[in-house]
């Protein structure tokens, strides 16, 4: 071992980095930057190739089968030379933009240390929990670390079954919660994921202030109802034994959809008068991505159990099951360990993005943009007659596009429309049938985030006129 290996300074918890606080930007002289339209020879000559043995590609790669070369920060360059405005952010991972230089050097400095040691503890391990604790809210204290959003909520629903004794749950209609049988019980299911449902899994209606199924005399949404049903439900249709509550704080893969503000506050004080836990599934609205570190604390909702992950280390695999101190006794009682979870390259991304996000201000640059696109696109719902809904919360926004805003009757064929020429222009975003999602990384500005919005206005625009709305 070279003297170097044993050197104080290489024992640090993350090496220092030097970085030009403008590394992010994008010359929006260059940028977005079509050279052919895309997907270009290369893209379509590479994607072709990898589809013979790839298979299971997502909708997104399937409407637009573009082939990346690079990113750094806002920006993502293809094998052709193009060059995009990110509205997607991976698909809400890559928060602080791709390859933030803190970040990198940090996985770089333990992929050349020490990559796996099981679960045992680390400097680097040790410093992250001790963090996590500290910038999350009320007695989030107790967490295991794990490699996928879908084994973060494996793990939530048994540390709730083995907190409560019970073996029942509830979760809501369009929910996404992962893809593994636990997970994918609590969402939509897939006749490919399993035969039926696991049992003791139970689907509920889920508050959508636009397409609200109980109302007040006024026509606003009336979350009592919401609960009235939950209750009756409880009794009719389960046998009680309802350990958790699984929700997604804003729900991610259905489109954005925002719950109205007294929904979290009830729901809560329903839990807690049946003894039933509540569990925030964070994995894509945490930390930072909706200005703040936990989508809950908009509503001042505690909840016993969350998920982290995505964003958590800003494209490196790791999340997190995080429990408050009442419960998280129980993580000992669920064989919560894994082969990869906490693993120190994993520690290192998650602790130097969270230093970032303090370091730089994104939860407030979060905040401060999406209030910056609602602005404007309430004006761009007020100039286009298929956009029917506008959402934003932090870097969390969407735009649900309509055949006809009495009907409300969603126009998928618009919204593949919208993704593909805003795609062709230079935008790289997430379609989701007829709403349109956007996740612009958090170190994104208001220039580069106009940019954006500006071509998603125009292909608006034309897709109006194709379709005979303009």
């Known amino acids: 071992m070279s003297s170097a290996d044993t050197d104080s300074t290489e024992l640090s918890v993350l090496p220092s980095v030097a970085y030009d606080p403008n590394w992010c930007r994008a010359d929006l002289s260059r940028v977005p930057h079509i050279v052919g339209e895309p997907p ?13 043995s790839y298979r299971g590609l997502s909708g997104q790669v399937r409407l637009f089968p573009v082939c990346w070369d690079k990113g750094m920060g806002v920006v993502l360059e293809d094998v052709d030379g193009n060059s995009y405005l990110d509205f997607s952010s991976g698909i809400y991972v890559t928060s602080l933009g791709h390859c933030h230089p803190k970040v990198s050097e940090a996985v770089a400095h333990w992929a050349k240390r020490l990559m796996n040691c099981h679960d045992f503890t680390t400097p680097v391990k040790a410093a992250l929990v001790e963090k996590l604790a500290q910038v999350l809210p009320g007695d989030l204290q107790g967490m295991q670390l794990y490699d996928s959003g879908t084994v973060a909520v494996e793990a939530a629903l048994r540390i709730c079954r083995a907190a409560t004794g019970r073996t029942e749950f509830l979760s809501c209609f369009m929910d996404f919660h992962g893809k593994t049988l636990g997970s994918a019980s609590c969402a939509r299911m897939n006749p490919m994921y399993a035969a039926t449902r696991m049992p003791g899994f139970y689907m509920l209606p889920r508050p959508d202030t636009y397409r609200p199924l109980w109302t007040r005399n006024d026509g606003s949404l009336d979350t009592e109802a919401y609960l009235a ?10 046998t009680g034994q309802i350990a958790a509550f699984v929700l997604e704080p804003i729900q991610g893969w259905a489109g954005t959809i925002t719950p109205p503000e007294d929904f979290f506050p009830k729901l809560r004080t329903f839990c807690d008068e049946r003894g039933i836990l509540l569990v925030a599934d964070e994995v894509l609205t945490g930390m930072g991505r909706t200005g703040r570190w936990l989508c809950m604390e908009h509503w001042d909702v505690l909840p016993d159990v969350v998920t982290l992950g995505k964003g958590l280390g800003n494209g490196f695999p790791v999340t997190a099951c995080v429990a408050r101190e009442g419960i998280m006794g129980n993580f000992d009682r669920i064989s919560a360990s894994s082969s990869y979870g906490g693993n120190p390259m994993a520690c290192a991304a998650a602790l130097a993005s969270v230093e970032v996000i303090e ?3 994104l939860l407030e640059n979060s905040r401060r943009l999406g209030e910056v696109a609602l602005k404007r696109m309430l004006k761009m719902k007020d100039e286009h007659a298929i956009i029917g809904d506008v959402r934003a919360k932090g870097c969390l926004m969407g735009i649900e596009l309509v055949k006809d805003r009495a009907t409300k009757e969603p126009f998928e064929e618009a919204g593949a429309m919208v993704y593909v020429k805003a795609f062709r222009k230079g935008l790289a975003w997430i379609p989701a049938g007829h709403i ?14 106009a940019v954006g919005l500006d071509i998603i206005d125009e292909a608006i625009g034309e897709t109006e006129a194709e379709l005979g709305f303009a």
Do not use: K
């Open 229 to 238: 049903y939950y209750d009756q439900f409880i009794q009719e249709g389960t």
């Open 436 to 449: 349109l999602r956007m996740s612009p990384p958090l170190v994104m500005n208001e220039e580069e985030l």
């Open 40 to 52: 270009g020879p290369e893209s379509r000559r590479l994607h072709e190739a990898a589809s013979r």
């Open 359 to 361: 370091e730089e201000g």
